[in-house]
């Protein structure tokens, strides 16, 4: 089959997002920012308070002389941290990270029930791509043994042909080779489901 003949009309495809294809993947998403968010917010409020904590002594300290002199008491060393109140974020962060855990184990499942629905969408898709390159290294080994045919020419006469600068594309092997790249590649899309046998050039089938 001509590669000309297999060409569709080109156009844009995009592939859908598993949040486009699943809204119970783009709620946990959404929820995973949410507790990461919140596990900072709490975080940074611990912090805050272990450093207030080791510093209470003097403010504590400042404030009875204030008391004594009659002053008025700064606001922020009036009401001392309480070591209640980090105990209460720390737990409150332990329950935030198991959380976020688990959430990570549904978008995990989530991920592969999103994944089979876009795979269904794509398949045609990724069908017509593959078959594609099939075809078109049908062609190129065409190609390859038509220039394989020409250096045989030249060996069989004797020809020192060097100076024309060999471009033999070994990468993908002899084209007459069954255990060629090209081969390999094409037996196994038919394996796949994606060429039928009699598609395949019958030297290498």
């Given amino acids: 089959m001509a590669v000309a003949a297999l060409k569709s009309a080109k ?13 119970q993947y783009a709620k946990l998403l959404t ?39 009659g ?9 001392a941290p309480s070591r209640e ?14 959380a976020i855990s688990l959430n990570d184990t549904r978008i995990a499942q989530e991920r592969i029930k999103a994944s089979a629905v876009v795979c269904d969408q794509v398949q045609d898709e990724h069908r017509r791509r593959v078959r594609d390159i099939c ?13 394989s045919q020409l250096v045989d020419t030249f060996n069989d006469e ?18 007459r080779d069954r255990q060629s790249e090209v081969a390999l590649y094409l037996r196994a899309a038919v394996k796949s489901g994606f060429l039928v046998q009699n598609e395949v050039p019958e030297a290498i089938r």
């Fill in 158 to 175: 004797d020809i020192a042909w060097s100076r024309l600068s060999p471009s033999q594309l070994l990468a993908l092997g002899n084209p």
């Fill in 85 to 98: 109140r980090l105990n209460e974020l720390r737990q409150h962060l332990s329950a935030i990270d198991e």
């Fill in 11 to 23: 156009r844009e495809f995009a592939v859908p997002s598993l949040s486009e294809a699943s809204p």
């Fill in 71 to 79: 002053d008025q008491e700064p606001e922020s060393e009036a009401s």
């Fill in 135 to 147: 075809f078109r290294l049908i062609d190129l080994r065409e190609t390859m043994l038509s220039y």
């Fill in 31 to 69: 929820l995973r920012d949410e507790l990461h968010a919140q596990r900072r917010a709490t975080d940074g409020e611990i912090v805050r308070l272990v450093g207030a904590l080791r510093s209470a002594p003097k403010a504590l300290h400042r404030a009875k002389i204030a008391q004594l002199l």
